[in-house]
């Protein structure tokens, strides 16, 4: 699928705020970037934990809204973060969002956040609710 479509639907919300780039969607597999502006860090001029959790959440999401069948929407109902390392303002971040289940009610989707350098920063998990109706 080509990203260009779903980001004309994420840039005015809260992930087009950010920044969040999709670059490559699949149904199993999702890939983007987004660059670690300061006003997305914290002290030391990193970027901020909730910054990530936000990145991975939005990748999650797309994931599953390319499976989704027609008629149905998507919440996040848990989400698991694991920090390793920095991302430093002024570089750019990529994350990868592999299906790890995608059933009829829920999917699951782990999320790895990589630097600039492709060290491993964060591995998120998180379980998406399929529910009925345009919400």
């Known amino acids: 699928m080509d990203p260009s479509a779903l980001q004309q639907v ?15 969607l699949a149904p199993e597999r999702v890939l983007a970037e987004l660059t670690v502006r300061p006003d997305l860090c914290t002290t030391g001029g990193v970027l901020h934990g909730g910054a990530i959790m936000a990145f991975a959440d939005t990748l999650g999401a797309v994931g599953t809204v390319l499976n989704l069948p027609q008629g149905k929407r998507t919440t996040t109902t848990d989400s698991s973060t694991k920090f390793i390392a920095a991302a430093r303002a002024g570089t750019v971040v990529s ?8 059933g009829r009610t829920t999917m ?10 492709g060290r491993l920063c964060a591995v998120v998990t998180q379980t998406q609710l399929v529910l009925d109706g345009a919400g």
């Open 10 to 24: 994420l840039d005015p919300l809260f992930p087009g705020l950010m920044g969040v780039r999709l670059r490559e």
């Open 95 to 102: 994350g990868e969002s592999v299906a790890l289940h995608r």
């Open 108 to 117: 699951v989707w782990q999320t790895s956040i990589r630097n600039a350098e």
